[in-house]
């Protein structure tokens, strides 16, 4: 990020949190861990660990400023750094608001068991960098999504968010895409009414409960983008030639035409490989991007990635199926 068009500013945490610091600050970065805190990071004492030592190895390391807590023990002092809140959790969730608002990016929110593999992929068609939030993957998810907005960028055209089913965090995070896969709807009946009305959602309609989801959007007049390998949907292959190390296909992704490989043999990613194109199309981002992604995807892999990492897909008898739909 350029100095000129900082992440967070005084005056700006002044104006948008009634946050008021005891000099003026701008800050490129923004960090809950005193030992990740490089110069020119705003960091925020979330009350995880020892905090009186965590604040001075973050000051000690350049923190621009440091939100504490006043509730926290050993954490006064008259330094100008510090800046005092009620409650930095509280604190951190106005700044995301105040991030979410400000930057033109198309947040696309991903739900399910497929969750993980979609985002990695989806992460590289949209340029984002999101080794900074997979650090984060051990922090409760109503601090890592707060911590993932506020650290949006000014001029981000996607955000990308990976969680379970969470009717607060998706009317926190306010997704303009909603995908939904398998066990992405499950036990959450307020998430409909959590969405924005103008939310596109892409639902995995193989899966029974999101197809009954899907059902119940489209009742409520919602955009929904249906996906199968084997139900008719808006977004489904049309011709699929399997090869041991890879797949071809051409599909219909809602009214366009592609025709893709998948750089990964299996019915399980030439199901994620659907969705993820439903998502490019429903953020209105580049699927010939997308499709170079999706081609590249067995060298992209991480070595130290186990299988069971990514989301599991149809098997071996719905690829039977699929075939025998597109035979009709």
């Not at 600050?25 to 660990?49: C, E, F, N, S």
């Not at 350049?62 to 006043?70: C, F, M, W």
């Not at 899907?214 to 983008?225: I, L, N, S, T, W």
């Not at 098997?315 to 025998?324: C, E, G, K």
């Given at each position: 990020m350029q100095l000129d068009v900082p992440l967070w500013t005084s005056a700006e945490l002044r104006a948008g949190c009634g946050i008021a610091s005891a000099?003026?600050?701008?800050?490129?970065?923004?960090?809950?861990?005193?030992?990740?805190?490089?110069?020119?990071?705003?960091?925020?004492?979330?009350?995880?660990?020892d905090d009186v030592l965590d604040v001075?190895?973050?000051?000690?390391?350049?923190?621009?400023?440091?939100?504490?807590?006043?509730r926290q023990a050993g954490l006064g002092g008259?330094?100008?750094?510090?800046?005092?809140?009620?409650?930095?959790?509280?604190?951190?969730?106005?700044?995301?608001?105040?991030?979410?608002?400000?930057?033109?990016?198309?947040?696309?929110?991903?739900?399910?068991?497929?969750?993980?593999?979609?985002?990695?992929?989806l992460a590289q068609v949209f340029g984002l960098d999101v080794e900074v939030q997979a650090a984060d993957e051990g922090l409760a998810p109503s601090v890592r999504i707060a911590l993932a907005l506020a650290r949006l960028e000014r001029s981000a055209r996607y955000g990308?968010?990976?969680?379970?089913?969470?009717?607060?965090?998706?009317?926190l995070i306010a997704p303009h895409v909603v995908l939904v896969g398998a066990g992405g709807v499950q036990g959450v009946d307020g998430l409909l009414s959590a969405l924005p009305k103008e939310a596109v959602l892409v639902v995995d309609i193989t899966d029974k409960a999101a197809a009954s989801f899907?059902?119940?959007?489209?009742?409520?007049?919602?955009?929904?983008?249906?996906?199968?390998?084997?139900?008719?949907?808006?977004?489904?292959?049309?011709?699929?030639?399997?090869?041991?190390?890879?797949?071809?296909?051409?599909?219909?992704?809602?009214?366009?035409?592609?025709?893709?490989?998948?750089?990964?043999?299996?019915?399980?990613?030439?199901?994620?490989?659907l969705m993820i194109l439903a998502a490019v199309k429903a953020a209105d981002a580049d699927l010939g991007r997308a499709a170079l992604c999706l081609a590249g995807l067995g060298s992209a892999l991480n070595d130290d990635m186990e299988e069971s990492d990514w989301a599991e897909g149809p098997?071996?008898?719905?690829?039977?199926?699929?075939?025998?739909?597109?035979?009709?």
């Open positions: 000099r003026p600050w701008y800050a490129d970065r923004l960090d809950i861990a005193g030992q990740k805190v490089m110069p020119g990071t705003l960091y925020v004492a979330l009350g995880h660990g001075s190895e973050a000051l000690s390391r350049g923190a621009i400023a440091a939100l504490v807590d006043n008259d330094d100008p750094r510090l800046v005092h809140v009620d409650n930095t959790e509280t604190v951190l969730r106005q700044m995301a608001v105040k991030a979410r608002d400000r930057a033109p990016a198309t947040r696309v929110a991903v739900l399910g068991d497929m969750r993980g593999a979609v985002t990695a992929i990308l968010f990976d969680l379970e089913a969470d009717a607060d965090l998706i009317g899907a059902r119940r959007a489209v009742e409520d007049g919602r955009q929904v983008m249906t996906v199968s390998m084997t139900r008719k949907a808006a977004v489904r292959p049309a011709k699929i030639i399997e090869h041991s190390h890879c797949t071809c296909l051409s599909a219909d992704i809602d009214g366009v035409p592609v025709t893709y490989k998948v750089g990964i043999a299996g019915a399980d990613w030439v199901a994620l490989s098997d071996a008898s719905q690829w039977a199926t699929a075939r025998r739909a597109l035979a009709e």
